[in-house]
């Protein structure tokens, strides 16, 4: 069965640091776009950066310059470096990625998500 695992969160005090990981597990062929989202108490679950396979990022303009997105194909591996974290960050972070796996007509690329994990930043 594929599943997304991720693992990084806690909390921190503002300015702090996290690194989240998700890694991606089970019977695929390859990985085409993965990324992070994350949803507050109350809000809509939001975009906070993806990356390509070949290594292209992109960012929410929240984030831009604080967290850095990268991925490790080999390990089938996403990371989110969040630095210079606010309370504003706080939220559940969820790992999605588009895997390409084995179907019974051949392969098929399929969304997946991560069971999220929380990031809480408070002094």
């Known amino acids: 069965q594929v599943q997304l695992v991720e693992s990084g969160g806690g909390l921190v005090q503002p300015g702090g640091s996290l690194r989240l990981s998700c890694a991606a597990s089970g019977r695929l062929f390859s990985i085409n776009v993965m990324g992070w989202y994350r949803q507050a108490p109350g809000k809509q679950r939001e975009l906070v950066a993806t990356?390509?396979?070949?290594?292209?990022?992109n960012y929410a303009d929240s984030v831009k310059g604080r967290f850095t997105i990268s991925r490790d194909n080999a390990k089938n591996t996403v990371y989110l470096q969040m630095n210079s974290l606010n309370p504003e960050d706080t939220a559940v972070y969820y790992c999605?990625?588009?895997?390409?796996?084995?179907?019974?007509?051949?392969?098929?690329?399929?969304?997946?998500w991560g069971q999220g994990t929380q990031v809480s930043v408070s002094s």
């Open positions: 990356i390509t396979r070949d290594g292209r990022p």
């Open positions: 999605n990625a588009d895997l390409v796996v084995p179907t019974a007509q051949g392969r098929h690329i399929v969304g997946y």
